[in-house]
């Protein structure tokens, strides 16, 4: 049995069938439950999803910040236009999306795989890619109807041009990627420190690089140079046109909203009690701490671990990247954890987790205990409206903050073990 369910994930045809498969008996279930049961399988973003996108196309209005608590940019609401015409189906429009979303992204990853970075078969590709592919969280997230899956074609294709010397089209990729959803900013150090001259089949400049300012001289490479200016054009280009089109509307609620937001509910992070606090009693300091929360994840995950590990090995490099920016992060729900999920078909296979099946096991059992320890707490606040701020949910977020570090931890380790590194060593 085993061996056949091997050779069924071996092999593109039958996995993405499966992976299919898996998506639709998903989607046909939440129906069923969405009609049958008070507790709703579609998510609650994908209502404010789909509203958006009615309230951007509608005579009346035209503005998708119309809709109370969309916090997107623009483009959100503009692919799910097909939700706005009648029908179930049509309604399920954005989740069918959402799903092939996913798909890509698991295409995405086998070529990675088998790129000149890590060179796996086909065969071995497709098991790595499975990770992703058949992992239920995966589907189960994306046929509610979170976004989450657009990000991570986004990514995976941004790696993918990037491996693949594709600078021009990286960098249209950065752009739009920070447009969509801010956070793959966190790349783009480590993607430039990556993209030295050598790798990139240049040859550096030597009278240049001794002392300072010569290796100042020597950084500023023609491809470094073309990825900023791709990048960032791309980026300021669909802002300008954005706020043309919804004024200042767009940039509270796409970009600034996210440097004070406090929301409380449906968060992992440790900072949920303060956030809650916040919420019910405001502050009048002159700094507050949703204002600030940010600054130790943007230090870890846009200067520490870039520096640490970009040229060893930038797929796991912008893994820890991605894990420390959603585990610092001030708000963290479920949804975030497809942001670096995506990578660990591209992590695991040089991982101490495989490599140490005991700590792989320990590692996956307290992630889920801890997550598990927290629903628990949440359930009874939420649902049976029992006070369980202290000790339960603060315990619990603790509990899965520290995990989540010690995880991290060993994903920076493993730097000095990637076949990149080990080649360069």
């Keep these: 049995m085993a061996s056949q369910v091997g050779a069924l994930i071996s092999r593109p045809p039958p996995l993405f069938a499966a992976a299919t498969i898996l998506r639709i008996t ?179 400049d030597f009278q240049t690089q001794a002392g300072k300012p010569g290796q100042v001289i020597a950084f500023i490479t023609p491809d470094r140079v073309w990825l900023a200016i791709v990048s960032l054009t791309t980026f300021i280009s669909l802002n300008l046109v954005m706020y043309a089109l919804y004024g200042m509307p767009f940039l509270t609620h796409t970009f600034l909203h996210h440097v004070t937001r406090i929301d409380h509910r449906h968060n992992f992070s440790p900072y949920n009690i303060i956030l809650y606090l916040t919420s019910a009693h405001p502050s009048s300091t002159l700094v507050k701490v949703e204002s600030v929360a940010f600054l130790p994840q943007l230090v870890l995950s846009t200067v520490f671990i870039p520096m640490v590990g970009a040229k060893k090995d930038l797929p796991t490099t912008m893994l820890a990247q991605t894990f420390a920016f959603v585990t610092f992060n001030k708000v963290c729900t479920s949804q975030y954890f497809l942001w670096y999920m995506v990578f660990l ?35 009874k606040l939420e649902f049976l409206g029992m006070s369980t701020f202290v000790p339960g949910l603060l315990t619990s977020s603790l509990a899965f903050f520290l995990v989540n570090c010690w995880v991290l931890g060993i994903i920076i380790g493993d730097l000095d073990y990637s076949p990149e590194h080990a080649k360069t060593s």
């Design 26 to 204: 998903m989607s046909l279930y939440g129906l069923w439950q969405d009609a049958n049961s008070p507790l709703k399988y579609t998510d609650i973003d994908y209502l404010v999803f789909t509203d958006a996108a009615r309230f951007t196309f509608a005579s009346a209005s035209k503005s998708p910040y119309t809709r109370e608590t969309y916090r997107y940019t623009p483009l959100l609401a503009w692919l799910l236009y097909p939700t706005t015409w009648p029908g179930t189906f049509w309604f399920s429009f954005g989740k069918v999306l959402f799903a092939a979303a996913d798909l890509l992204a698991g295409y995405l990853i086998i070529r990675i795989l088998q790129g000149p970075a890590l060179r796996m078969s086909e065969d071995r590709a497709c098991r790595y890619a499975s990770i992703w592919l058949l992992n239920p969280m995966v589907a189960t997230i994306s046929t509610r109807g979170s976004s989450e899956g657009l990000l991570g074609v986004l990514v995976m294709a941004l790696l993918w041009a990037v491996l693949e010397k594709r600078v021009g089209f990286a960098g249209v990729l950065l752009g739009l990627g920070v447009h969509f959803k801010i956070y793959p900013f966190i790349y783009a150090p480590a993607i430039m420190w990556w993209m030295d001259a050598q790798r990139m089949g240049r040859k550096p």
């Design 345 to 379: 078909p591209l992590y695991l296979p040089n991982s101490s987790f495989f490599r140490n099946p005991r700590l792989g096991l320990s590692a996956l059992g307290l992630w889920v205990a801890t997550q598990g320890l927290w629903l628990q707490q949440a359930y």
